[in-house]
């Protein structure tokens, strides 16, 4: 067909077309008005038989400009044009219902008119979209399930969440395809107290510690809210939770070291309603370098045996030992079993004043053989004060001490003041203190922290 003609198909074709009613980047004049809250122009257009049904390329229609940018008149005028359930309830491309964008930006008076008109309160966004939306949006996410009450419990808008809940929101509606995120957990880490407060009673507390479940406290951990932690755990959620593979930590206390200026108010929240301590929370002070907090949790009688993270402990240990008079002393005078850190990681590492530190805790000649074999094989090619230290017997008062602190219950080697109460001079008080190897190896005289709390000041 030659040229010229399909160019006058084409123009006869556009001529028969009705661009009033939608374009391609915006909304129909019907959405326009509605958008702009234009009663008057709405009033007009459909006396005047303008569809209200038109979507525009976000699968937009008047409907859902009204409830995004409350025109409340609007919003009215629609639903009488078409007040059937389809319209009511239809979706965009992304999933969203008029009654999620009301509820997204806090428009109360939007939501209630929606529900009056049956709106379901419990409607959920779009698991997937089609491929065509896709490709012409390269940046679009995948779209998750969540509901009008977990916008608006995300968004802060209390007013929402207490109308949504009196029309029959469900609380305990997952809103991922993980089935672990509520509406609670959207308040607890966006720092919403108010809405907290509000979904903490009437939310099903499997989520608390239930096994692929995540706990709403690593929400509030995650968001860095103390006061909306501090709500939920004096509503008896646990400050251990349960491990959250979401988030890759094993318990809200590991989370909390990734927080900064919240980091310390945290952690006493935490401890205040009885968080286990555990090596892991050994480790990662050594991985973050807050040593003050690794001696104040060994006071706090964070245990050191079993261990079952032993390998994670020496791994961030190794990469600390450059700082180790901050912290060996403390663990070793606390009682841990110098035994666990002589592996050949340890020892391969390690300077060798961190291990003759380490061997000062320990009768080195009555190693197990295949600590021996290392250590001598490990000798061989450093320095002459690690041959000579190993090669040298230790002496009687200093077996005496080794055994005197295997006697003493772990909970008594955790302070001085028990050791200094024995009936003994006070020259082997210090000695059982081990201030001679500490003066030797200039170890300065760490500050102990007083009372029930740390801070930054620490």
Known sequence: MPHFLIASLLLRLVKGMDFTEAYSDTCSTVGLAARE???????????????????????WMPIHEAAYHNSVECLRMLIRADSSENYIKTKTFEGFCALHLAASQGHWKIVQILLEAGADPNATTLEETT????????????????????????????ECVELLLS?????????????????????????????????????????????DKVSPVYSAVFGGHEACLEMLLRCGYSPDAQMCLVFGFSSPMCMAFQKDCEFFGIVNILLKYGAQLNELHLAYCLKYEKFSVFRYFLKKGCPLAPWNHISEFIKHAIKAQTKYKEWLPSLLLAGFDPLNLLCSSWIDSVSDDTLIFTLEFTNWKRLPPAVEKMLSAHASNS?????????????????????IRSRLKPGHLRSDSFICQLPLPRSLHNYLLYA???????????????????SEAT
């Open 383 to 403: 320095s002459w004060a690690l041959q000579q230290h190993i090669a040298s017997v230790p002496s009687l008062t200093h077996l005496c001490r080794l055994e």
């Open 167 to 211: 029309s029959g929101a469900d609380p305990d509606l997952y809103c991922n395809e993980d089935n672990w995120q509520l509406p609670i957990h959207a308040a607890a880490q966006m720092g919403h107290a108010k809405i907290l407060d509000l979904l903490i009673p009437l939310t099903n507390r499997v989520c608390d510690t239930g096994p």
């Open 436 to 454: 001679d190897v500490l003066r030797m190896n200039e170890v300065p005289e760490l500050a102990v922290i007083q009372g029930e709390e740390i």
């Open 37 to 59: 809250g234009n009663l008057k122009v709405l009033r007009k257009l459909l006396k005047k038989g303008h569809s209200v049904d038109v979507a525009d390329n976000r699968g």
């Open 131 to 158: 491929p065509l939306f896709l490709g012409a949006n390269v940046n679009c996410q995948a779209l998750d399930k969540a509901t009008p009450l977990f916008i608006a419990a995300q968004e802060g808008h209390v």
